[in-house]
Every structure is written in C-alpha cells, then in structure tokens.
C-alpha cells in the first residue's frame, strides 16, 4: 500500500522567513504532486515533478524530487501572508496514473 | 477553459436519504475523477473514468455508493441509505488521458455533505 507522509503538519512562519515542507512516500512513484487548498476551497496545483533531481519554482515557492530517497520538498522563500494554506503532497504510479495518494496536509500559516 | 463544475455546492440530508452529486469536467479531458475529503485530512481516491469507463473502484466505495458517467462527459456520484460517515467533501477532477505530458488533475470545488 502507497504512504505518503508529510512534516510538519502544522507550520507557523513569520513573514520574510525561509522554510521547508517535506513529503515523504513509501513505494516506487512516477510522479509527485504539490497542491495548495485555502479553507473551504478546492485544491490548486502548483507543481508535478516527473523525475529524479526535478526542480520547479514558482514565486516564492520550489519544489524538488529525489527518487531514490523517496522524498520532496517544498521551500519557501521569504513568506508572505498570502502562502498562508494548506499544502499536500500527492502521488502515482505509472499503470495508475490519477489514482493520488495524498499525504495529510501542512497547514502553513504565515504571521506578520 | 472554463474549468471542473460540481453541483450542488452543499448538500444537507437525513440519515437514510439518497443524494445525487453532479460533476462536469473539462471539456478536453477524458478522464474523470472522484475523491473524497474529511476535515482535516487529504483526499482520498473513490473512483475514476475513462470516457464512459469506470477502470477502478476504492475499497472505500461500499455498495451503497455508485458512480455513472453516460456518454463519457458528466459524472453522477449517487449515495444511497446516507449514514452519517458519509459526511465528507466530494471532490471531482478530470485530466487528459495520459500522466507522460505531466498534467496534474484538475479539482472542482467540491459538494460538501452533511448527514444529520
């Protein structure tokens, strides 16, 4: 069975400060996803990362892969209020591709 | 592109009541998706389409649960004899066929229901 597991689950930044949000999962996957989800909303994609060593950056926001640890992270740069969210990690495998299994969200909240 | 569509936005009922949720997805897209989202925890996977296809269904779909998507455009979600577990967020997605291009799924806004 896929486990996908991040930390922290709660996250309380400051603005301006750096931070990392990691995602770890258990087996053998092709792609990772990041979603971002604001309070009673829908997910938003940010990012899918489809090999090892991936890197994508969007603002003030990067994610990276490395498959052979199983990880990925998601670094913020000098937060702002706006980033304040929810941010899930998600993967699947080749012969199931859209079948996500999701980690439980960090929920990133950004203080002046 | 004017996005995934989920009808109704809430949706409250009593115990033992049957509802229907609607999803209609991207145009393009072929496949079709239903998750399911409790407070405080990611989606979990129900269900998805291919055109008309249903290729897998989530152990957690028990058979009061049944899923339809005729002609391979919208999607109905049916629950039948509601329990009060069923009290969740339902989210629908749709993306192309293929994950090679890298093409994440896109979420609709979901169906909250709530079983007093």
């Known amino acids: 069975e896929l486990k996908v597991e991040q930390n922290p689950l709660f996250l309380s930044m400051q603005e301006g400060k750096n931070y990392t949000i990691y995602c770890n999962y258990s087996t053998t996957s092709d792609r990772l996803y990041w979603y971002r989800q604001d309070p009673g909303k829908s997910l938003e994609s940010l990012f899918v990362l489809l090999s090892n060593g991936a890197v994508k950056q969007e603002g003030r926001l990067m994610a990276s892969l490395d498959t052979k640890a199983r990880l990925s992270t998601l670094h913020i740069t000098a937060a702002v209020h706006d980033l304040s969210a929810t941010y899930f990690c998600a993967v699947d495998m080749k012969t199931s591709y859209g079948k996500l299994t999701f980690g439980q969200g960090t929920i990133l909240t950004v203080h002046p | 592109d004017t996005g995934v569509s989920q009808d109704p936005r809430h949706k409250i009922t009593k115990r033992g009541q049957n509802v229907t949720f609607r999803c209609d997805p991207i145009?393009?897209?072929?496949?079709l998706y239903w998750y399911r989202q409790t407070l405080g925890q990611g989606p979990e996977f129900l269900t998805y389409?291919?055109?008309?296809?249903?290729?897998?269904k989530s152990r957690l779909l028990s058979d009061r649960f049944s899923a339809e998507r005729p002609k391979g455009s919208f999607s109905t979600l049916e629950i039948q004899r509601t329990e009060q577990g069923d009290s969740a967020m339902y989210l629908c997605?749709?993306?192309?066929?293929?994950?090679?291009?890298?093409?994440?799924?896109?979420f609709g806004n979901g169906t909250r229901l709530t079983v007093t």
């Open positions: 997605a749709s993306s192309p066929q293929t994950g090679r291009s890298g093409s994440p799924l896109h």
């Open positions: 389409f291919q055109n008309e296809a249903q290729l897998e």
């Open positions: 145009s393009e897209h072929n496949r």
